[in-house]
Nanobody, 127 residues
Framework: QVQLVESGGGLVQAGGSLRLSCASSERTAIIETMGWFRQAPGKEREFVAAIRWTTGSSFLADSVKGRFTISRDNAKNTVYLQMNSLKPEDTAVYYC????????????????????WGQGTQVTVST
């Protein structure tokens, strides 16, 4: 069972930056795609970004393109979400997820394609 641990959330003013980390307990040979999702109060959990371990190909939701980047460190079994120019509407609990599948932009957005989830980390952006 893959265990994922997120860190790096917190309170930041609009326009600020945060970097989230997600460490996996398993070797990257088992996981092929890592994703980030977020869930704001009263809303559905939505896709934010995903990255392929082997190729490094990354996918970003339109709402975060140009502001967020996703990267990975295979040696540390860790994926990062760098969030810049944060807006109040980015406020949410952010979850990382792992999939054994090699996902594409379209399939990476489907929550059902991920078999493991972290506990979430709160990101709050103030005005």
């Amino acid at each position: 069972q893959v265990q994922l641990v997120e860190s790096g959330g917190g309170l930041v003013q609009a326009g600020g930056s945060l970097r989230l980390s997600c460490a996996s307990s398993e070797r990257t040979a088992i996981i092929e795609t890592m994703g980030w999702f977020r869930q704001a109060p009263g809303k559905e959990r939505e896709f934010v970004a995903a990255i392929r371990w082997t190729t490094g190909s990354s996918f970003l939701a339109d709402s975060v393109k140009g502001r967020f980047t996703i990267s990975r460190d295979n040696a540390k079994n860790t994926v990062y979400l760098q969030m810049n120019s944060l807006k109040p509407e980015d406020t949410a609990v952010y979850y990382c997820a792992a999939s054994i599948l090699g996902l594409s932009m379209s399939t990476a957005q489907a929550k059902n394609n991920y078999g493991a989830w972290g506990q979430g980390t709160q990101v709050t952006v103030s005005t």
